[in-house]
C-alpha cells in the first residue's frame, strides 16, 4: 500500500510517494527472500508428494503482512495449481 499526494497535517500540498509503516512489501525486486522451498522435486505418475516450504521473519522486512506465490513448472497435462504463501510479522525479538 502506498499514499500518492495529498495534504500534511497543516494543510500543505504533498506530492510524494510513501509507504505507510507496517505496510511493508517484504519482498526485494519481486523476490520473496523470507520463502524458500525446493528448486526441484521429482513426483512420479499418480503420486503425490509434501513439499516442505519455510518462512522467515528474519528474512522479510518490517512488521506487516507478506505475501508471495511459488511457480510450479511441469511437464503434466493437468492443471498444476500455484500455491500462495502469507506470513504476518508482528515485531522483532
Known amino acids: 500500500m502506498y499514499v500518492v499526494g495529498g495534504a500534511d497535517a ?4 504533498v506530492t510524494g510517494v510513501q509507504q505507510p509503516p507496517g505496510y ?14 525446493p528448486h526441484s522435486v521429482t513426483v512420479a505418475p499418480g503420486v503425490t508428494v509434501q513439499v516442505p516450504v519455510t518462512l522467515d521473519a528474519a528474512e522479510a522486512g518490517p512488521a506487516g503482512t507478506c505475501t508471495s506465490g511459488l511457480t510450479a513448472v511441469t511437464d503434466s497435462p493437468h492443471a498444476v495449481p500455484a ?7 508482528t515485531g522483532r525479538h
Open 10 to 13: 497543516t494543510g500543505g500540498q
Open 24 to 37: 511493508g512489501d517484504c519482498a526485494v525486486s519481486g523476490v520473496a527472500g523470507w520463502l524458500s522451498a
Open 83 to 89: 500455491p500462495a504463501a502469507t506470513m504476518r510479522v
